[in-house]
Nanobody, 115 residues
Framework: QVHLVESGGGLVQPGGSLRLSCAAS????????VNWYRQAPGNQREWVAT???????AYGDSVKGRFTISRDSAKNTGYLQMNSLKPEDTAVYYC?????????WGQGTQVTVSS
């Protein structure tokens, strides 16, 4: 079982930045993808970003141009750089790794954007 540990969430003012990290508990030797999702209270879970094995990326319309997804394979870690944050970005953010054909999820980290 691969465990994903998220970090980097917190309280930030509108216009500020945060970088979320998602670290796997073991070395990842196969091809893997990184995904980020978020869920605000009372809302459905929303897809945020994807980083494919070929390093191509895709973003949801609400975050495109502001968020950047990346990974460091040597550290078995995925990242989500969030810039120009808005109050509507407030949510619990979840990372997901697709390793081979298996999905693994982080525990979630709270991001709150407020004055």
């Amino acid at each position: 079982q691969v465990h994903l540990v998220e970090s980097g969430g917190g309280l930030v003012q509108p216009g500020g930045s945060l970088r979320l990290s998602c670290a796997a508990s073991t070395n990842i030797l196969s091809i893997w993808s990184v995904n980020w999702y978020r869920q605000a209270p009372g809302n459905q879970r929303e897809w945020v970003a994807t980083l494919a094995p070929d390093s191509s990326t895709a973003y949801g319309d609400s975050v495109k141009g502001r968020f950047t997804i990346s990974r460091d394979s040597a550290k078995n870690t995925g990242y989500l750089q969030m810039n120009s944050l808005k109050p509507e970005d407030t949510a619990v953010y979840y990372c997901n790794f697709l390793i081979g054909t298996q999905n693994f999820w982080g525990q979630g980290t709270q991001v709150t954007v407020s004055s």
